[in-house]
């Protein structure tokens, strides 16, 4: 958590997902939330697991949002574990936005443990039924999430940046990026590694929203209808000359009732 101040005190962000603060105990972690307050950050945490070994704990996680935005509690869809929170941010315009921070277990991909938690998650955001933002050290790669099918299954998109350095400083692998709701997706504009922020282990990435959202128009592709089963016997309706024949029927008919035909 210390090494996390520095970086909260020059940031020109308006949300962060941290992960990893590592404070296992609830003065400690009420103590950076006041610590966040007097800053001009409000914010929402869990707490860390503590170590069995009486070392550092592990994990930990929080949503930080800047004072001129809401954030609100988000405890009765995702309750906060060393491995997640999450809070509902007031956005100008009456907008709301779900954010969820997460940290994954490295080395076992999208199963087991990590596969409960992106369920868990998964569940959050359906409840929710609003976008929402996943930040998250997913300590494994882009490439093993999208072989999950895991944003598919959250009708979302990844976001992820692109550089041979990677966010990982140590496997110099992407391990930390977003996944974006459907429909908010459309509304980001940029994506990319903070490579001066100063942390270690771990290198920030910053994504941007074009400004005014709900004014911003996307193309989507729509399915057309089926074509039918069967095949369609007699002239096609509006086909050229189909005014005239309709003229044609009338008068025939017109005649047949007049018994003049």
Partial sequence: WNSLKPYILKTDRDVLCLQEHKLTFQDKLNEAEEWCRARGWKSRWSLARKSECGGQGAGGTAILVKDHLGLADANYLLSPTARRCA????????????????????????????????????????????????????????????????????????????????????????????????????????????????????????????????????????????????????????TAGWNQLQAVIRRVHNSWKANKI
């Fill in 87 to 238: 809070g509902i941010i007031d956005l100008p315009g009456g907008r709301r936005v779900m954010a969820i921070s997460a940290y994954f277990r490295c080395s076992i991909g999208m199963k087991n443990d990590n596969a409960c938690l992106m369920a868990s998650i998964g569940e959050a955001t359906d409840a929710w039924n609003l976008p929402f933002i996943l930040g998250a050290d997913f300590n494994t790669t882009v490439e093993a999430v999208q072989s999950a099918n895991v944003a598919k299954a959250l009708n979302a998109d990844i976001f992820a940046p692109t550089s041979t350095r990677g966010t990982c400083v140590v496997s110099k692998r992407t391990i930390d990026f977003f996944m974006i709701s459907r429909g908010l997706s459309d509304a980001v504009k940029t994506i990319g590694i903070d490579f001066n922020s100063g942390l270690a282990d771990h290198r920030p990435v910053n994504i941007d929203f074009h400004p005014r959202i709900s004014s911003l128009m996307t193309k989507h592709l729509r399915k057309p209808p089926a074509s039918p089963a069967n095949k369609v016997y007699g002239p096609i309706n509006q």
